[in-house]
């Protein structure tokens, strides 16, 4: 694998991103959530379609886009207004273990990174982001209104919300498959 591990970016301010939760709370749609047998995952997920959000949200899409481009060259398919992103919600004491993003049972694609924009609107207490690469690391600088990009196939996990609320919007970019 390449050298970058991950990416981040603060993108939005807090009025901003208020903006994007309520324009997703607005535009929710049916969807499922296929979370990872092996984890354990306790935050609520709700789902919004790309094409009733992509205009509060470019420079997150443009940031995925040149991350991708300088740092991890994976072939990815064009985004369409209609794919349905994740919208995550983190109270106290919820959590989702270790785990990646994956699709194996797909005979024509996989996941090929994990994109996600902080859209909590206050600080709160616990609820890291860590990845797993060569030991265990604590995602830090992922506060309200910052994007991060990792290769989906490294292990992560969102540690139990201590206090406060987070909310994450997940966007996973797909690719032929892996050969």
Not at 61 to 83: A, M, P, R, V
Not at 123 to 143: A, S
């Amino acid at each position: 694998m390449r050298e970058t591990v991950y990416n981040t970016a603060p993108l939005f301010k807090v009025d901003h991103i208020q903006k994007i939760n309520k324009a997703i709370s607005e535009n929710l749609v049916q969807g499922n959530d296929q979370s990872k047998k092996e984890a354990i995952k306790t935050s609520q997920v709700k789902f919004v379609h790309l094409g009733a959000i992509q205009h509060l949200i470019m420079p997150f899409l443009d940031f995925i886009i040149t991350s991708n481009t300088y740092h991890y060259g994976f072939d990815l398919f064009q985004l369409s207004g209609s794919k349905k992103l994740n919208y995550n919600t983190y109270e106290v004491n919820e959590e989702y273990t270790w785990h990646i993003d994956a699709s194996p049972k797909s005979p024509v694609k996989d996941i090929k990174l994990t994109c996600l924009l902080n859209c909590s609107e206050k600080e709160y207490e616990g609820g890291d982001l860590c990845l797993f690469r060569d030991g265990e690391m604590k995602i830090k600088e992922f506060k309200p209104g910052t994007a991060i990009i990792f290769p989906s196939f490294i292990n992560h996990k969102v540690e139990k919300v201590i206090s406060g609320s987070r909310a994450t919007l997940a966007i996973w970019m797909n690719g032929p498959k892996f050969r």
